[in-house]
């Protein structure tokens, strides 16, 4: 035992000798917004009509670190618990700091995995930025291009009967937007083709879930946007070379001096970094991406990860045929509360989900939410389950990071994960913000002690097991035997749907082929 946790121990020492005095959250405390020093009073309006009364600790450390005398001149890197805040930590001193500024051009931007946190992220960028002035703006691909670039991107008025350079033209093409909300993929569209569209007057760079992003390269756009913002910076020196040969083609990125900044009379302004996640990665590899400078780490308390304060734990121990009877009399006896039900993928999302449906004496709402759908089903899904019409979601990993849906009571995890960040993220959609959440695992026999050892790694020694009434399990026995003989009825018919899909639609193409030949 005391080997083990000397192993735990030892591994927890982070190599980078930076990631050894980190800030530590929790001796912040909850700072009253009148009480905030610097805070714009305008932006105090505003997240007063969020509803806000105070900063939680992790946005007050920031602020202490961004804000006022001696700030931004080290990168942050943030690791904090599941529904710490850190969205608000990062964007209103952002917003504060971009307050002053004369000219609209991009200077923020903030990239994340996916397009429904992309979204979400905007939203609190959005509240808060127009009080200041400041315009925000989403690259997702949630629109066509073409109206992402009209929301991004601001033309010239031409006047009808002169004819203008087309050169000319380019040249007046200006950034609609002060902040940039963007997911890889579309940053990365308009990076290489999007006119007008340029980081050489960028301030801010968040990457936020950045584990996340670090373990996928989606289209290498880090090194992408790091060069270019290095190349703009370089251009600032008399003999610098103002033509960046790149493997980005033509692309021209030059820093302006003349757009004002306050960065303590150095002589152009330093790209500030922000890197967050609740389970930052201390791999020292991965973190040389980022290219950070000094990079200051803040953290919460001494463990590495770190589950919500009120969040409980419970696990449900029960053979693997029986798992779905499980849950269904767990979900009844949540009844009414929002729940998430994870599984280990999208296929099982589906097949859970579908079963669930065949329960028709549940009389609960459930819907799906998975990589496998289209995004506009899962934004609505999601919109609907924000709104309360449904009341459990059976999703895939998709949801796992990030999302946060007001009033969710309940994570239950249908297939056990394979990893204490995954749990992290995972049980950290409910708890979020001081609130009481519970996070059901289920359970085989087999599997109890690796799971043990698993939360021990987040510090949790206390996940009781949790048992749903006998008699609530055999109520619904005789409905899991139907429901059990549709789902492979419906099982059944998609695969036959599909066959014929693809059958029909390879047939096309040869249809096709034959005719472009005759
Ligand atoms: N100062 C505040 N006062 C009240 N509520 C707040 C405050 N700051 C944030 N919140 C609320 O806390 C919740 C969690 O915030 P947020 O999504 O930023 O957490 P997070 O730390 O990014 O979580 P995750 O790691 O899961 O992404 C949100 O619902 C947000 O509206």
Not at 95 to 103: D, F, G, I, N
Not at 171 to 191: F, K, N, Y
Not at 212 to 219: D, N
Not at 273 to 293: E, F, I, N, R, Y
């Amino acid at each position: 035992m005391e080997e083990a946790s000397e192993h735990n121990k030892k591994q927890s020492v982070p190599v980078l000798p930076w990631m050894r005095s980190p800030i530590d959250v929790t001796l912040f405390h909850e700072c009253p917004l009148n009480l905030l020093p610097f805070l714009d009073p305008r932006l105090e309006v505003a997240l007063e009509n969020m509803g806000f009364t105070s900063l939680f600790p992790v946005q007050v450390a920031v602020w202490q670190e961004t804000i006022g005398p001696g700030s931004c001149e080290r990168d942050l890197c943030i690791n904090s618990p599941t529904g710490s805040g850190k969205t608000l930590a990062y964007a209103l001193p952002i917003v504060q700091m971009l307050s002053t500024r004369a000219v609209r051009c991009l200077r923020a931007l903030v990239v994340l995995p996916t397009r429904d946190l992309a979204v979400q992220v905007k939203e609190v960028f959005a509240a808060i930025a127009p009080a200041v002035g400041l315009s925000v703006g989403l690259a997702v691909g949630q629109s066509s291009i073409a109206d992402e670039i009209s929301e991004l991107i601001k033309r010239p008025k031409l006047e009808a009967g002169i004819c203008y350079d087309p050169e000319d033209i380019l040249l007046d093409l200006e950034s609609s937007v002060d902040i940039l909300v963007a997911t890889p993929g579309r940053l990365m569209d308009h990076i290489n083709s999007t006119k007008g569209f340029t980081l050489e007057h960028l301030c801010y760079l968040v990457v936020d879930e950045t584990d996340r992003l670090l373990r996928e390269a989606y289209q290498s756009w880090l090194p992408t946007v790091l060069q270019l913002i290095h190349s703009s910076v370089g251009s600032l020196f008399p003999h610098a070379n103002t033509f960046f040969s790149s493997p980005f083609g033509s692309l021209k990125t030059i820093r302006r001096s003349g757009v004002e900044r306050g960065f303590k009379g150095k002589s152009y302004p330093r790209l500030v970094k922000m890197v967050l996640s609740a389970t930052l990665t201390q791999d020292p590899g991965k973190l040389s991406q980022l290219d950070l400078h000094h990079p200051l780490l803040l953290t919460t308390g001494q463990r590495r990860y770190q589950l919500p304060e009120q969040l409980e734990s419970f696990k449900l121990i029960c053979e693997s045929k029986l798992k779905p009877l499980y849950l269904v009399a767990l979900l009844q006896t949540l009844q009414g509360e929002k729940c998430i039900v994870f599984t280990s993928s999208v296929e099982s999302t589906h097949r859970l989900c579908t079963l669930l449906n065949f329960f028709g004496d549940l009389q609960i709402k459930i819907k799906e939410y998975s990589g496998l759908q289209r995004q506009f089903v899962r934004s609505k899904t999601l919109k609907a389950f924000r709104a309360g019409e449904i009341e459990v979601l059976v999703s895939s990993d998709a949801m796992t990071r990030g999302m946060d849906v007001e009033g969710v009571r309940n994570v239950i995890n249908y297939d056990v994960p394979a990893y204490i960040k995954t749990y992290i993220h995972r049980a950290g959609r409910t708890a979020r913000a001081g609130q009481a959440g519970r996070c059901f695992t289920l359970l085989r026999k087999e599997e109890v002690k690796r799971f043990k050892k698993l939360l021990q790694k987040a510090d949790n020694n206390s996940c009781p097991v949790y048992s749903v009434p006998s008699d609530s399990i055999e109520s619904f026995r005789s409905t899991y035997t139907s429901a059990l003989e549709k789902l492979k009825e419906s099982v059944k018919s998609e695969t036959y749907r599909k066959h014929k899909f693809k059958f029909k639609s390879s047939g096309m193409v040869k249809g096709k082929e034959k005719n472009s030949k005759v």
